[in-house]
């Protein structure tokens, strides 16, 4: 799995790349722990180049989404795939999470 | 003819497992779409095993094998941990409000959405959990 922050205006958009599974998820949990910490509430996670996601990963994201929702942030999706949107969708996190056909609509959205 | 992998308990085989699952998917003629729910529920039943049955990283090894068959898979997952019982798993509130959404428990939940059969059973001194897939009509 591979990360990549890049900060806009108010918004802080995170890109993952490759399988978000139980070996993954701790380290992408944790990079969006360190945005948190920074205060940068508002973040776009672009999901275009995972291509796997387990529960593992969807346990990372809400546990953000939690905590920024508290601070009045939100963490919107970018981009899922179908196979990572059949996993939200079995999850029952489609009504969860604002999600977004690209990054561009993501960032504008906030 | 069965195909055969053993792995420690390890996060870091997920993969591995995955890769062994899908070669084996694709034989039995199975589409993407069948292949991609194969490899979640075995993922997310080798997550459980790590961590609930040997309580970490490590502690056992898990035994997994496949049967290709005439458009299906048949997966077998042995571990030796004490016996799972999967009535003792509650069902996801998949209608909650964020404060209570939980995601544990979903594994047992994916793994019932998205094969045919899912049968757990204690034999040999370990669970053995026997999955069934079968090609999407």
Redesign the interface.
Same mark, same amino acid.
Do not use: H, K, S
């Given at each position: 799995m591979d990360i990549a922050t890049q900060d806009y205006d108010k918004v802080s958009v995170m890109a993952v790349a490759g399988r978000v599974d139980s070996a993954t998820a701790p380290e992408l949990e944790t990079e969006l722990k360190k945005l948190v910490e920074a205060e940068k509430t508002q973040i776009v996670l672009d999901l275009k180049e995972v291509e796997y996601m387990s529960s593992a990963g969807l346990r990372a994201m809400v546990s953000t989404l939690k905590a920024v929702k508290r601070v009045n942030g939100d963490l919107r999706l970018a981009n899922p795939s179908p196979r990572v949107e059949e996993v939200l969708r079995l999850a029952g996190l489609t009504s969860i999470f604002s999600i977004h056909p690209s990054r561009d609509e993501a960032v504008k959205s906030f | 003819m069965e195909r055969t992998l053993t792995v420690p308990g390890?996060?870091?085989r997920?993969?591995q497992i995955?890769e062994f699952v899908a070669a084996v998917a694709t034989e039995a003629g199975l589409d993407e779409t069948a292949i991609?729910r194969c490899?979640?529920a075995v $993922?997310?039943a080798c997550?459980n095993i790590?961590?609930h049955g040997y309580g970490g990283e490590d502690k056992g090894a898990i035994d997994i094998a496949c049967t290709p068959g005439q458009g299906e898979v048949m997966i077998k997952i042995h571990d030796h941990a004490p016996p799972f019982n999967p009535a003792s798993v509650p069902q996801?509130n998949?209608?909650?409000m964020? $404060?209570d959404?939980k995601?544990?428990g979903?594994?047992v939940?994916?793994m019932r959405?998205?094969m045919d059969v899912v049968k757990f059973s204690y034999e040999n001194g370990g669970n053995t959990l026997t999955l069934i897939k079968r090609k999407e009509k």
């Open positions: - | 390890r996060y870091n997920l993969e995955c991609n490899q979640l $993922d997310e997550t790590i961590e996801p998949l209608d909650a964020l $404060d959404v995601i544990g979903l594994g939940y994916f959405q998205v």
